[in-house]
C-alpha cells in the first residue's frame, strides 16, 4: 500500500524543495530584508523617493554610518555562506566601503546613501551569484571576509583621523 507524501515547492513551481535549497532561500530572503530595511524600508511623503534606515542612521554623527555599514557587512557572511565566489563579495565589500568613505561626509554622505543603495546592489549581487550548490566554506573564505570587513573599517579609521587632523591643523592656524 504505497503512501501518499504531500512535496512542498516554491511557490508557482513544479518542483519538490530541496531541504538545502530551502535553507538557501531562507538565507537570500534575510538578505532582502536587511538590504530592504537599510536601502527602502520608506518611501518619503509625497515622492516616489525610497529610503531606509541607512541614510537616516547617517544622521548620527560619528557613529551612525559605521552602524548601518556594519549591518550591511553582515550580507558579505551571508554570501560566503551561499558560495558566492570571493571576487563578487571584493566587489560588495567595495559597494559598501564606497558607501562609507562617502557616507562620513555630512549631508553629502546621506544624499549618497539613498541615491546609492550599496545594500540592494549586494543583495542582487548576492542572489544573482549564490551557487545552486555551494562547496562547503573553508576557513580562508571565512577569513578572507573578516579580512575585508576590518580592512574596511581600518580604512575608514584613518580617513576620520586624518579629516581630524586637519580640522585641528586648520583650528590652530585661525587661533
Not at 524543495?17 to 537570500?28: G, K, M
Not at 541614510?55 to 551561499?82: K, M, Y
Not at 559597494?95 to 546609492?116: A, Q, T
Request: glycine content about 8%.
Amino acid at each position: 500500500m504505497p503512501i501518499d507524501i504531500e512535496i512542498e515547492s516554491f511557490p508557482n513551481s513544479k518542483r519538490p524543495i530541496d531541504p538545502q535549497e530551502r535553507e538557501r532561500e531562507e538565507l537570500r530572503a534575510v538578505a532582502d530584508a536587511i538590504a530592504k530595511l537599510l536601502d527602502s524600508a520608506f518611501v518619503l511623503p509625497g515622492t516616489s523617493i525610497r529610503i531606509g534606515l541607512d541614510p537616516l542612521l547617517g544622521l548620527i554623527p560619528g557613529i551612525g554610518d559605521v552602524i548601518s555599514n556594519l549591518i550591511g557587512s553582515s550580507l558579505l557572511f551571508l554570501a560566503t555562506r551561499l558560495g558566492v565566489p570571493r571576487i563578487v563579495i571584493f566587489r560588495m565589500a567595495l559597494n559598501i566601503f564606497i558607501n562609507m568613505s562617502l557616507g562620513i561626509i555630512p549631508g553629502i554622505g546621506d544624499l549618497f546613501s539613498v541615491w546609492f543603495k550599496s545594500n540592494i546592489r549586494n543583495s542582487h549581487l548576492l542572489r544573482r551569484y549564490g551557487q545552486p550548490h555551494p562547496p562547503g566554506s573553508t576557513m580562508a573564505d571565512w577569513v578572507y571576509v573578516v579580512g575585508l570587513i576590518i580592512g574596511m573599517l581600518a580604512i575608514l579609521l584613518g580617513v576620520i583621523m586624518t579629516l581630524l587632523w586637519i580640522i585641528a591643523k586648520l583650528w590652530q592656524m585661525f587661533l
